[in-house]
């Protein structure tokens, strides 16, 4: 799919991972309609971008109906359809189970899962308008691979690894696409969650700028999926085909941590 002139909605594009997306998808002359709850970030991401003229920005609670509707009128008032839906926004609680609230459990399902979802289903009508048209959906290893002490957020990810199986098949005859992508952890500013489980859960960092440009090839080359290279691909196999030597590896990682309090 050409990225250049193309209309893109992108949720949490505030920060982090969205505003180097945002960033990358500017240069290749994208039409932008970002999306985040953080309207001073938007802001800043917007002066970061090559061509800011091309530039809407939308503040959005992507857990509120309102919001969402708003979003959606205005990418119907401005362009009329949409090229590529690209759901990122995320939030993450990390700690053992049973010290996360209710709270933080409902907002990670709110914002990780419910909120692609009902996103997919608004905006279906105007990514009809412009097919062929692509949903991408942001996931991660997580969704694959689930780590203890991520029980919540590994739930939502595999949430959205299922909703994205699940809407390939169902949209393809409407001339929507979807890709699933599974990045590493980036370096940013959620990675103070769970900093101290970096080295003893031997986690590699992708920076955010690395993790944009794997998404924005996954776009321009039409990919049903995309994950890191390296390892972990191979330990998604052993995930999927021998879990048990999963849960031992991390079951003992895990008895090696001292401590792991709840970090929202």
Not at 138 to 158: E, H, N, Q, R, V
Not at 227 to 249: A, H, I, S, T
């Amino acid at each position: 799919m050409r990225i250049d002139a193309a209309t893109i909605v992108l949720t949490g594009a505030g920060s982090g991972i969205g505003r180097a997306l945002a960033m990358a998808l500017s240069e290749k002359g994208a039409r932008l309609v970002l999306a985040d709850l953080n309207e001073d970030g938007l802001k800043e991401t917007k002066k970061m971008l090559r061509f800011p003229e091309q530039v809407h920005l939308v503040r959005t609670d992507v857990t509120n109906p309102v919001d969402r509707k708003a979003l959606v009128d205005k990418v119907a008032q401005e362009f009329g359809e949409l090229k590529v839906l690209i759901n990122n926004a995320g939030v993450i609680s990390v700690g053992p189970l049973q010290e996360t609230s209710d709270e933080a459990l409902e907002l990670m399902a709110k914002v990780n899962l419910v909120a692609p979802m009902a996103l997919c289903r608004d905006f279906t009508p105007l990514l009809k308008k412009a097919k062929p048209a692509r949903i991408v959906n942001i996931g991660s290893m997580f969704g694959d691979i689930a780590f203890p002490l991520f029980a919540g957020y590994s739930a939502t990810k595999f949430g959205v690894r299922g909703l994205s199986d699940a809407l390939r098949r169902e949209l393809k005859a409407e001339g929507i696409n979807v890709t699933y992508v599974a990045p590493r952890a980036a370096k940013t500013g959620a990675t103070g969650a769970f900093e101290h489980l970096i080295e003893p859960m031997k986690m590699k960092l992708d920076a955010p700028e690395v993790v944009a440009g794997h998404i924005v090839a996954a776009i321009e080359n039409d990919a049903r999926s995309a994950y890191p290279k390296g390892p972990e691909r191979f330990f998604v196999l052993v995930q999927r085909l021998f879990p048990g030597l999963v849960d031992n590896g991390l079951i003992k990682q895990l008895a090696s941590i001292e401590g792991g309090k709840s970090v929202q």
